[in-house]
């Protein structure tokens, strides 16, 4: 395809405005996709935007500090505008090298999508799916650019047909510009939700982290987990965007009222508030699908109570507003736990991800079993009448949380000098509670390590130690006590049907 010509044909030359002009349709149209991708799946990071705070990130904090006070808040639109010029004169270049080198133009639009998947993905709060507006725009590139540029590619001596490009660029530059409206049209609910959930105010609070939780080991998984790192599973891929004038729940079934609960009536009741660790049933052994937070919200029993639950119902069926079900024993939700529909996380209104406007939370329970996100439906019923979302597929029941612990540090595969190692991790049980921790190294008895104070059995227990890390390759191993004396066991079981076990066990070495 590249031509080898020193001097290249005029024609090609003559139209050097349109092969610059090809390089930066495509562009647009690449961007353009990555935007409506990016509002159609909820992903608040479009690429540029990335790019732009991946900067931000990048650059030493005096320079950024610099910047912003020499142009002030202009700092941030001033930088995607930066990057916005940089693509064009990079589109712009990548569209002229197309001319005889096509290799090169592909290159540059490959290196950019590589720039915009590095820039999402390296955000502290990345998930994998943040990635797919920059490989659509990708695909769009290279895509696009042939299409528009072999109109321009012609034998020497034949005119290039320049209606055909122009028809093409301009049909590509109307496509685009329709996707972004559709995204800016379909991404509007979804921004007028995150505008109301910035501007309400709940009578809530955020307590400082109590003391003496921390064992203050650098390393370990923070106490209490920040929204924005708090992991996410979930099975939809666009959150539900609910405006809490739109929501409202209801609850019914095996009651002697029925309820209907508007997000008004919710959050002018009697409010509870309580650290609490929610974690996964697909957590592995040493994973971190788990994270403390201080969850504010009214108590589910408080509500079951009004409604008044009839003999023979055993389970609540939980329904969210995007279809998911699942099933919570009615006992763990009118034990005196503090089961909550929460309104509010680590002293803010729930993020969407995590089911704004309501979700509940029940302590002692994995997430698929109680933790519904979105909530809209509460049905008091019989575990015999129904089958919830992830029981359908395999999963047990019931799903108690199981007896856990992890080494955070040091890391499987760390290497360490000899001598004395502080070692420590967390353990968990929630409405259990963690009564001991326990480490062994290199298979030799269990011994007692440090625990972290806290607050009530609904939070994981941070822990630290000291081993003896003499030269050479070591295993290290770790295991709780429950408060009712379950010694954890060793015994591995798979995440599915409800929840691994073992002991948390990671190699390093001392030199
Ligand atoms: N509506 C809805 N709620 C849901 C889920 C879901 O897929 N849809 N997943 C559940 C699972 S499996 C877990 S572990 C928790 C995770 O909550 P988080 O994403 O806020 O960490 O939410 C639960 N609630
Ligand atoms: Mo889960």
Redesign the pocket.
Known sequence: MSRKTDEPPRRIHRLGFGWGAAGIVTGAAGLGVSLLAADLLGIRVNPVVGVAEAIIRLTPGHVVEKAISTVGHADKPLLVTGVLIALLVLFWLAGRAAAHHPGRALAVFLGLAAVGATAVLTRPDARPTDVIPVVAGGVVWLAVLPFLTTPLRVPPGEQPSRRTFLIRSAGVLVGTAVGVGVGQVLGRGRRQVETTRRLLRLPITLPPVPAGVSVRLRGIAPWQTAATS???????IVPPAIEPTDWSLRIHGMVDRELRISYQDLIGRQLTEDWIT?N??SNEVGGN?I?NAWWSGVRLADLLKEAGVQAGADAIKQT?Q?G?T?GTPLAAVTDGRNAMLAVGMNGQPLPI???FPVRTIVPGL???VS????VTDIEVTKFSKFTAYWTALGWSEQGPVKLASRIDVPRDGAHVGTGPLRVGGAAWKQDTGIEAVQVSLDGGAWTPVTLGRVPSDDTWVQWSGTVEASKGGHELRVRAVSRTGEVQTGALADVLPNGATGWHTIRFSAA
């Open positions: 708090f992991y996410r599973v979930d099975t939809t929610l996964c049933v699908l994270g969210s995007d998911f699942c991800e995590h089911g994995y997430g698929y933790a519904c996100k979105w």
